[in-house]
């Protein structure tokens, strides 16, 4: 069982849906939680960081972490066919540098 | 401000060869990690470097390994390379622990 798992899709919607991303996790000592965006050939953009329990909001993305269930989110609000591209979510541990882990990504396509 | 730099952006290569791949980090950050994303298995963490030295290592065999300068520029070296070397090699840059930025990668072909 891989420590992260993500739903790869392909997950298609109509403009202006509602998006709603997961991943869930086995290690309990994660304690960070990063969301990315990946367009083709391309290296991963930073969307979303957080560290704690609950929503964090930036623009039309919002972020939610359970840690009790070991879930976390990624919500797109009013999609727009510019946010096609792959969403990775990745975690990590404190105290022990950097070393992300990452899911395997969703592929997301929003449709005029 | 620039942004992590990768280079070269694409490389092709045979079996049994040897690559070197390099990343600038963005200036002011002094942890270099890398990362290897395939089809089949995703982004994998190869290893970081911090101030020079490694700090965290993934689970690859010795025929990957880096180094990273005193101005933090870091290099990947694969040695003996396979067919399932290929992929895009990924380079991010952070200031401590912190959040990783990516730069574009360098997607490397094995024939």
């Known amino acids: 069982q891989k420590e992260v798992e993500q739903d790869p899709g392909p997950l298609s919607v109509p403009e202006g849906a509602i998006v709603s991303l997961n991943c869930t996790y086995s290690?309990?000592?994660?304690?960070?939680f990063m969301w990315y965006r990946q367009y083709s050939r391309k290296g991963p953009e930073l969307l979303m960081y957080t560290y704690s329990s609950g929503n964090k909001e930036d623009g039309r993305f919002t972020a939610q972490v359970d840690k009790s269930s070991k879930y976390i989110s990624l919500f797109i609000r009013d999609s727009q066919p510019s946010d096609s591209a792959t969403y990775l979510c990745a975690m990590g541990t404190t105290g022990g540098g950097n070393k992300l882990t990452f899911g395997t990504g969703t592929q997301l396509k929003v449709e005029l | 401000k620039a942004g992590v730099t990768q280079t070269p952006r694409y490389l092709i290569k045979t079996r049994g060869q040897q690559v070197t791949l390099s990343c600038s980090p963005i200036?002011?950050?002094?942890?270099v990690s890398w990362y290897q994303q395939t089809p089949g298995q995703g982004l994998q963490f190869l290893f970081e470097y911090f101030s020079e030295t490694q700090r965290n290592k993934g689970n690859f065999p010795g025929r990957f390994s880096g180094r990273q300068f005193s101005n933090s520029r870091s290099e990947m070296n694969v040695s003996t390379l396979e067919l399932g070397d290929s992929a895009l090699y990924l380079c991010?840059?952070?200031?401590?622990?912190?959040?990783?930025?990516f730069g574009p990668g360098t997607r490397l072909t094995v024939l």
């Open positions: 200036s002011g950050h002094r942890s």
């Open positions: 290690n309990s000592a994660f304690q960070y």
């Open positions: 991010a840059s952070s200031l401590s622990s912190d959040t990783q930025y």
